[in-house]
């Protein structure tokens, strides 16, 4: 298991358990396990269990994606565009811890 994963917690107030493999994450900056996004957010509309906002916009991701997957992400992106998107996912990790 990889560092960031020992670090990123479910935000489901009742469930707390530490991420790992896949999660669900919002546009208002929360992330839950899998189990619990599932469950969550197949109703509709759906509402973020953490803050009760309105969502429009939830991702579910691989927390330790493949080699591969890391070398072709970003590829053929401008450079501001790879440094915007690394200063957000780097605020979602400050609001988180």
């Avoid at 790992?20 to 957010?41: K, M, N, R």
């Avoid at 429009?56 to 590829?75: C, F, Q």
Wanted: with cysteine; glycine share 6%.
């Amino acid at each position: 298991m990889s560092v960031c994963e020992d670090m990123l917690l479910c935000n489901y107030c009742k469930c707390r358990v530490k991420l790992s493999g896949y999660a669900w994450v919002t546009a208002c900056s929360h992330i839950f396990c899998d189990q619990h996004g599932s469950g969550e957010f197949s109703r509709s509309p759906a509402v973020c269990p953490a803050c009760n906002s309105a969502l429009s916009d939830i991702v579910r991701i691989e927390l330790s994606p493949s080699e591969e997957h890391k070398a072709m992400g970003l590829a053929g992106l401008r450079p501001e565009t790879v440094l915007d998107i690394s200063s957000r996912a780097l605020s979602f990790w400050t609001y988180q811890v």
